[in-house]
């Protein structure tokens, strides 16, 4: 949920109980009021008829007889009636049924007679007033939806405007290019703040990623030059014929060492490169070529192990990748699947309309597709295997927007690569 729509939910969740509360009293008033109200009518109509009792004027009381909202009677004199206002039911002929009324009935004495006198009116029923104030209470709830409605309209475009303007510029970001943040000026001091900060830890974040970037490539520049030497002299030493046989075979170990170290170390360095996206931007890529040429690479390890290949991938699929990393990450799945196969075995390169899968048999019971991408899981017991093959694969395959999926099924091992963007 964005930001301004949540403030309005709030601004709407706190009004409702205002706006209930508001409703309860105006009911309690507005029935005080109008009962009070009735209240003062009918004593004034009680004295108005007094007085023209008083006078004898009949042709007024008359009238309002006629009107059927007064009843007078002569009573005995002896008879005392206190004034009383009460609530009844007098049936309507207007409305053909009982209205609820407000009645004043009271006993005086004009004239050395003495009068029963009731007067009435009608009143609002309760459901009546109920009915306005739901009436009223939901047109100003309609009211205020619609006024936050466009609030949050006019908000979105004007005050939060350099929010979004920042937020447009910092997905526009990539530490590899070493271009710093430059947002425009805000009179919000708020955002203002929000750009300050993120400049400067942009700024922070470009450094620590040139100083990385120029570590690891020293580092490995460094290691490279030492593990030469060592190489070299141990190749020296192996030609010495003065060597036992325990003292050879001391030296080749430490020459395979040495060489695996070295692959460790350029390994290591690639990983590190593709994590800081150090290569060119990604193109339209022919793979059947790619394919063909790394087979070719791999031709005597193939005969050695007796491997058939299938290579039936269309001459004109591609994939949308740097063309260096592609040639890694097809180098890599075919080494494995070379490595991890069977005698005799079997490898099968087939595409489809936005994949590519490589299949292979192999002895080994399905791998821990939990695991088989993480750096140094060895999927064998092969000592030339460093175990990060896959982890190169898969950090190539998630920088170039491609998925790569593993299952096993009829004792082959297949890995899919699916393209999630659309080649035009």
Do not use: C
Request: charged share 25%.
């Amino acid at each position: 949920m964005k930001l301004i729509d949540k403030t309005s939910l709030y601004y709407i969740l706190f009004t409702l109980p205002v706006l209930v509360i508001s409703a309860i009293f105006s009911y309690w008033f507005m029935m005080h009021e109008l009962g009070e109200s009735n209240e003062d009518l009918l004593q004034t109509r009680a004295e108005v008829v007094e007085q023209h009792l008083l006078q004898n004027d009949t042709l007024i009381l008359n009238i309002f007889k006629e009107n059927k909202e007064l009843f007078i009677k002569e009573i005995d004199r002896e008879v005392s009636i206190l004034q009383k206002i009460s609530d009844t039911l007098i049936y309507s002929e207007i409305q053909k049924e009982f209205v609820m009324n407000k009645m004043l009935s009271k006993s005086v004495k004009l004239n050395n007679r003495n009068y029963l006198i009731k007067v009435w009116k009608a009143s609002m029923e309760n459901d009546e007033v109920l009915e306005v104030i739901i009436t009223v209470f939901i047109t100003i709830l309609v009211l205020l939806l619609l006024i936050l409605f466009f609030i949050n309209i006019k908000i979105s475009k004007t005050l939060w405007n350099p929010f979004f303007e920042t937020v447009n510029t910092i997905k526009k970001f990539n530490v590899s290019n070493g271009t710093t943040l430059e947002f425009k000026k805000t009179s919000i001091s708020e955002f203002q703040e929000l750009n300050t900060s993120l400049k400067l830890m942009t700024e922070k974040m470009i450094l620590d990623y040139n100083n990385q970037k120029k570590f690891s490539e020293n580092a490995s520049h460094e290691f490279q030059t030492p593990l030469a030497v060592i190489k070299s002299k141990i190749d020296l030493l192996l030609q010495s014929k003065n060597l036992t046989e325990n003292e050879f075979n001391l030296l080749g170990s430490i020459d395979d060492s040495i060489s695996k170290l070295s692959k460790i170390n350029k390994t290591l360095l690639l990983l590190s490169k593709i994590e800081n996206k150090q290569f060119e931007n990604a193109t339209k890529v022919f793979i059947k070529p790619i394919l063909e040429k790394i087979i070719s690479n791999y031709e005597a390890y193939i005969q050695e192990k007796e491997i058939t290949i299938i290579n039936s991938i269309s001459s004109n699929y591609t994939l949308f990748i740097n063309e260096e990393l592609g040639y890694i990450l097809l180098n890599n799945l075919i080494q494995n699947a070379i490595r991890h196969n069977v005698l005799q075995g079997k490898i099968t390169i087939t595409n489809e309309s936005n994949s590519l899968i490589i299949a292979n048999s192999g002895n080994e019971k399905e791998l821990n597709a939990n695991l088989i991408f993480e750096r140094f899981e060895k999927k064998s017991n092969d000592s030339n295997s460093i175990g990060l093959g896959l982890s190169i694969v898969k950090e190539i395959a998630e920088l170039n927007t491609i998925s790569i999926i593993y299952n096993f099924e009829n004792n082959q091992h297949f890995f899919k690569l699916i393209q999630n963007i659309e080649l035009k």
